[in-house]
């Protein structure tokens, strides 16, 4: 069955630390597509990244940038010298290209504060 | 750009009335997912439209039905309405239902009931 992982419930760091979110998955599919959404408290969803299964680059966008491993099935997240405006939940998601016909499961979120 | 529109973005319901949420999709996407987010939880979905047509099913209880209409809007009908019904309603939508599956979200629609 599928699944995502978020084992970090709540992370607190201060300003210009680096953090990294730990996301694993589950699934069966072979081809499959994971994502990453933040969520600041205003409650929006705000996509960050998609990456498919047979991309295992890793990814770079300013501070941000991504570690995909199907070795282990981890697809990790680092904010590099991070800001309070940094602060948000954010979910890692998982989209199957036969089993979930294009719905995404989520994992439970990892609520991250930046301390100033 | 256009993004996904969602209203009412906040309704407040007494226990066992009825709610409907509206949900107008990015132009020209023709796939539509419901997602109920409960409070300090992950998004959870609901169910999805493809071309008007029912597309997937998730954990949408008896009472909620939904719909996709000609023009693509999409409305959540909830009917007997409880208090775990209390959540943050959050529809999507994307450009057929095919990978990449690169799914836009609407603002949510936060309802509360009393």
């Known amino acids: 069955a599928q699944k995502v992982t978020q084992a970090q419930t709540e992370i607190s760091v201060v300003e210009k630390e680096d953090v990294t979110l730990d996301c694993v998955y589950e699934t069966r599919d072979t081809t499959y597509y994971l994502f990453w959404y933040k969520q600041p408290p205003s409650g929006e969803l705000v996509f960050l990244i998609r990456?498919?299964?047979?991309?295992?680059q890793n990814e770079i966008s300013g501070r941000y940038s991504w570690n995909f491993q199907k070795s282990t099935s981890s697809f990790n997240f680092t904010i590099t010298a991070s800001q309070v405006v940094d602060s948000a939940v954010y979910f890692c998601?998982?989209?199957?290209?036969?089993?979930?016909?294009?719905?995404?499961?989520f994992g439970k979120g990892t609520k991250l504060s930046v301390k100033p | 750009a256009a993004g996904v529109i969602q209203s009412p973005r906040h309704l407040i319901k007494e226990k066992r009335e009825t709610a409907t949420l509206k949900c107008y999709p990015i132009?020209?996407?023709?796939?539509v997912y419901w997602y109920q987010q409960g409070p300090g939880q992950d998004p959870q979905f609901l169910i999805s439209f493809y071309e008007k047509m029912q597309s997937d099913k998730g954990s949408i209880p008896d009472r909620f039905s939904a719909q996709q209409f000609s023009d693509y809007h999409s409305e959540l009908n909830m009917s007997s309405l409880e208090l775990g019904d209390s959540a943050l309603y959050f529809c999507?939508?994307?450009?057929?239902?095919?990978?990449?599956?690169?799914?836009?979200f609407g603002p949510g629609t936060r309802l509360t009931v009393t």
């Open positions: 998601a998982l989209s199957e290209a036969t089993g979930s016909q294009g719905n995404l499961i």
């Open positions: 132009p020209r996407h023709d796939t």
């Open positions: 999507a939508s994307s450009l057929d239902r095919g990978p990449p599956y690169e799914q836009y």
């Open positions: 990456r498919n299964s047979f991309d295992e």
